[in-house]
C-alpha cells in the first residue's frame, strides 16, 4: 500500500515538474517571438498571432506581420475583419489572397453602387480563393450583366458542391433562356429544380418544379383538345408554347403552325391575325394570312 501511494506521489510530482518546464518554454518561446516580432520579424508576428488566435491579441499581432507584407498574416487579418472594419487592411488582405476580405471588399463595392467591374473584381477573387458566396455573387452578377455562358459555368460548379441554391438559379437560366433549345432545356430546367427541391430544401425550387409539371399537364390537354379541333385550345397551346420559347425558336415555329390551324381549319379571325405574326420564316403564308386580314377587314398590328 505505502509503494503505491509513494509511486502516486511520484507521478504527481513528476507531472507538475513537466508542467513547469511546458510553461516555462512556452513563455521562453514567446518572449523570443515577441522580441523578433518588435524587432521587425513578421513571421514571428504570425507566430504570435496563431499562440494567441482565440484572444483579441492575435488581431494585433497578424497586424504587426501584415504591415511587413507577410502573406499569411494578411489572410489570417482577413478572416478577422468584418465588413467595414479597417478598408485599408481589407484591401491587404485582399490582395494577399484573404477569399474573406475579398468578399467583404465586393459586399462593400455592391453597397455602395460602384463600378460592377470593381465589384466582380473582388468577388472573382474571393470565388478563385475558394469562398462559395463569391463565385455565387459573381454569377449572378454575370447572368445580370447577360453573360450567361459563365454565369451557367459557376452556377454548375457550385451546383456540384452542393450549393442548393445554386441549382435554383441554374434551373431558372435553363427555363428562360435559349442557350439549349426548346425541350431540352426544359428537361435540364426540372432537374435542377427537382434536385434543389429534394436536396436542398427550396421552396421557390420546390414551387417552380410543380409549376413546370402543372404546365406540362395542360399542354397535354391542350394538345388533346386542340386535335379534336377546338381553336380556344389550339390557341391557348400556341400561347404556352411562346411562354416558354423565342422568335427564333422550336416553340414560335409550333405557335404559327398551331395558329395556322386555327385559321384554315377553324375558321378562328383572331388566330388568322396572329397567323400572320408568326409566319417569319415563310414569306407565301405571311403574305397569304396578310390578304385573308385584309379581306375580313383584320389588321395584324
Given amino acids: ?16 515538474a513537466a508542467t513547469a518546464y511546458v510553461s516555462k518554454l512556452y513563455f521562453s518561446v514567446e518572449n523570443t517571438l515577441s522580441k523578433r516580432c518588435n524587432e521587425g520579424d513578421s513571421a514571428s508576428c504570425y507566430s504570435l498571432g496563431i499562440l494567441h488566435e482565440n484572444s483579441s491579441s492575435a488581431f494585433d499581432y497578424f497586424k504587426k506581420g501584415c504591415d511587413n507584407n507577410h502573406a499569411q498574416s494578411c489572410q489570417y487579418l482577413g478572416n478577422l475583419i468584418n465588413g467595414t472594419n479597417d478598408l485599408t487592411y481589407m484591401q491587404k488582405a485582399c490582395e494577399h489572397n484573404s477569399a474573406r476580405a475579398c468578399f467583404a471588399l465586393g459586399e462593400e463595392s455592391k453597397n455602395a453602387n460602384e463600378s460592377s467591374n470593381i465589384t466582380v473584381k473582388y468577388f472573382k477573387k474571393s470565388c478563385e480563393n475558394g469562398d462559395k458566396k463569391g463565385c455565387f455573387e459573381l454569377a449572378s452578377i454575370e447572368y445580370d450583366r447577360y453573360n450567361v455562358e459563365k454565369s451557367l459555368y459557376l452556377f454548375g460548379e457550385l451546383c456540384e458542391k452542393n450549393v442548393y441554391e445554386a441549382c ?23 432537374d435542377y429544380y427537382k434536385l434543389a427541391c429534394e436536396k436542398g430544401y427550396i421552396k421557390e425550387s420546390c414551387e417552380a418544379l410543380d409549376k413546370m409539371n402543372r404546365h406540362e399537364q395542360d399542354i397535354i390537354k391542350l394538345r388533346k383538345l386542340c386535335s379534336l379541333n377546338d381553336s380556344y385550345s389550339c390557341n391557348k397551346l400556341a400561347e404556352a408554347y411562346l411562354s416558354v420559347g423565342i422568335a427564333v425558336d422550336y416553340s414560335f415555329i409550333m405557335a404559327g403552325k398551331l395558329y395556322q390551324k386555327s385559321c384554315d381549319e377553324l375558321n378562328d379571325k383572331e388566330a388568322c391575325r396572329r397567323a400572320e405574326n408568326y409566319s417569319p420564316f415563310d414569306e407565301i403564308s405571311e403574305a397569304k394570312y396578310a390578304a385573308k386580314n385584309c379581306d375580313e377587314g383584320l389588321t395584324s398590328h
Fill in 1 to 16: 500500500m505505502q509503494k503505491k501511494l509513494f509511486a502516486g506521489v511520484l507521478s504527481l510530482f513528476a507531472l507538475i
Fill in 168 to 190: 435554383y438559379k441554374l434551373g431558372g437560366i435553363y427555363r428562360k433562356s435559349d442557350i439549349v433549345k426548346y425541350p431540352s432545356r426544359i428537361i435540364y430546367a426540372k
